[in-house]
């Protein structure tokens, strides 16, 4: 086998200028020897898939519970087409597919369980509130176990800044994110967008015909006849479509030609034009009123809610014998603990977990 480094190199030569290189620039918190064989956003990729909390993904719901039918989305299947779509971007665009990838790989793993709803819930309930994106943070830093010479699984830092979505330099300015950074956070909307109009079609929640009352939807229908697919691949050539023409523009215009000045541009770069992010918004407004709030999907987010506010307030006056561990182990507040825990649960086991209060 040829070298990390020639192989590194060779790898990196076929990156775009503006890409994050192979072996990164940023480091780790905790500096460690290079593996022998695999680049390091590889070894990143392959510490966040072996965390319990990537695993759990597959028992948090996404937008509906199990039971509608077995082919609806969990928060782990989300998770793993947001990086297939990531890293189909990152290679359309020559960026960094492995870094894309890890991200998009993170981006959700400090989702609580019931979606939107345990969030919520959380948010409430826990002093210093609850955001998944802040707690996705505080697994891969401080609650996963990778080694003993540190907390978390010290990933490079080009992925910590990806996650909470915000960068800066050395004298604290903000900065702009990686163009790898950017696009997982587009693939994520247009991954979701995609999945839950089909999730709310298999569940019979919403119509095609209702669908076809939004600008997009008609057109994503369109593109989907012309293409001979099913209506995820027609949302999503639109969607990709107009995200390459777009982004190739504004790389352009803003004379981007080094990963410096990705980092010092004004503006984020990946982006949808401006009529469709119109007609983007349209569709959303659509799924909110149609499907997010529809009664049966409210109720579900409703129950789900009930069951996190119950825990949390029976475990702040009574923690249990593994939030006393976590906290211990962790260092933390007794009712970060409890936040982290709940957090933590699958649907499964909060609903188990509240059964038996
Ligand atoms: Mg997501």
Not at 39 to 68: E, N, Y
Not at 140 to 163: C, K, P, R, W
Request: with cysteine; hydrophobic share 35%; proline share 3%.
């Amino acid at each position: 086998m040829e070298s990390l480094a020639a192989r590194m190199k060779a790898a990196n030569s076929l990156l775009a200028p503006y890409a994050v290189p192979h072996g990164g620039e940023l480091g780790r918190r905790h500096s460690e020897e290079e593996d022998p064989t695999r680049f390091p956003f590889q070894r990143d990729r392959d510490r966040i898939v072996s965390t319990d909390a990537f695993r759990r993904l597959a028992g948090k719901m996404q937008v509906l519970p199990p039971g509608f039918s077995d082919h609806i989305r969990n928060r782990g299947t989300h998770t793993i087409e947001t990086a297939n779509l990531s890293r189909t971007i990152a290679r359309a665009l020559r960026l960094n597919e492995d870094l894309a990838e890890c991200i998009a790989l993170a981006h959700d793993i400090g989702h609580p369980p019931f979606g939107h709803s345990g969030e919520e819930a959380l948010n409430e309930s826990h002093e210093g509130g609850f955001e998944h994106n802040a707690q996705s943070l505080r697994i891969v830093t401080l609650l996963e176990q990778h080694s003993d010479a540190y907390t978390g699984i010290n990933l490079s830092i080009e992925i910590l800044e990806g996650m909470v979505k915000h960068r800066k330099n050395e004298h604290g300015i903000p900065r702009s994110l990686s163009l790898e950074a950017q696009i997982v956070d587009l693939a994520d909307a247009a991954t979701y967008t995609a999945h839950d109009i089909e999730d709310g079609l298999d569940a019979k929640i919403l119509s095609l015909e209702s669908i076809r009352s939004t600008d997009f939807g008609e057109r994503a229908v369109a593109r989907a006849k012309e293409r001979s697919t099913r209506l995820r691949g027609g949302v999503l050539d639109l969607l990709m479509t107009d995200l390459y023409t777009k982004t190739e523009r504004c790389i352009r215009a803003f004379g981007i030609q080094s990963l410096a000045d990705v980092y010092s541009a004004n503006d984020l770069c990946v982006s949808f034009s401006d009529g469709l992010d119109a007609s983007l918004r349209e569709l959303r407004q659509f799924l909110w009123d149609h499907f997010y709030l529809h009664p049966t999907v409210r109720e579900k987010a409703q129950e789900g809610m009930r069951i996190v506010t119950k825990l949390y307030e029976a475990y702040r006056k009574n923690p249990p014998e593994k939030v006393i561990v976590l906290q211990r182990r962790t260092d933390s507040d007794l009712l970060d603990a409890v936040k982290d825990y709940i957090a933590g649960m699958t649907d499964e086991f909060a609903a188990e977990a509240h059964s038996r209060l």
